[in-house]
């Protein structure tokens, strides 16, 4: 009997390992991506993000953020000029979420100024990590509008608290974004690999070596350098 308990929460701790490392991958995925691919999102793909919507947590549990859906080319035109963190880009988003906040949720004293944008938060990354898990690029921008084009926005797109907008499309593989994305990811394992093999070696072990050549390399480097007076240093400039 214990043996199949035995084998069965072994079982049932490699699944959550399992879990664990998925949703790691995800985060490491997900990154801003400003280029889209023309198709639009399908409606499978958009009622899976919405579960997920379904699924934030929320300043108890009021729901104060919903979601204004933009997929008309007029519409994401007219995003494009007005959302200053998406000038010039975000008609390429087939979909656009703009998160709006009722400002009537928010009764506590002061809070409306605050926690609209908390609960917009748990929205966003919820979102974008769901988006993509779904194959799915995404780029969240900021809530800025200039002054003067701001009723504008509230006439065509309704009334709330503006809390900023989410683009969501297919990836343009080799996008600059994912480009930058890759280097990023790429530099980042190389410091965890360096990290793991610093902390599985001891001092004084001929591991060590390669490191110590390295900084006697720069030290010999940077001395030259402060021989041929290009570095304010040793030589008094500093
Ligand atoms: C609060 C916030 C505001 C942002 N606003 C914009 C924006 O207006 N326009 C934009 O293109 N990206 C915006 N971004 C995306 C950031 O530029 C991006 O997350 C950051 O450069 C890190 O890159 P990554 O998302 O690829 O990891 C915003 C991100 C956050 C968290």
Known sequence: MSDVVDESQARYLAHQARKKETLIEIMRQRHSDRMYDARPVQEDLRGQVREAIGLCPS???????STVEVDSRDELALLSGLLVGGVGWIHRAPWVLLLMAREETYKAPGEVEFMPFLDAGAVIQQVMLRATDLGLATTYVNPNIRQFNRDHFRRIFG??????AIAIGHPVPGSPDQQHHQEKRAAAAH???RKARAATTRPGRPNDRPQATHLRGRRLALRARVARGRVPGESGMG
């Open 159 to 164: 009334e709330g608290i503006f809390c900023g």
């Open 59 to 65: 300043s108890c549990d009021r729901r104060g953020v």
């Open 191 to 193: 410091d965890r690999t």
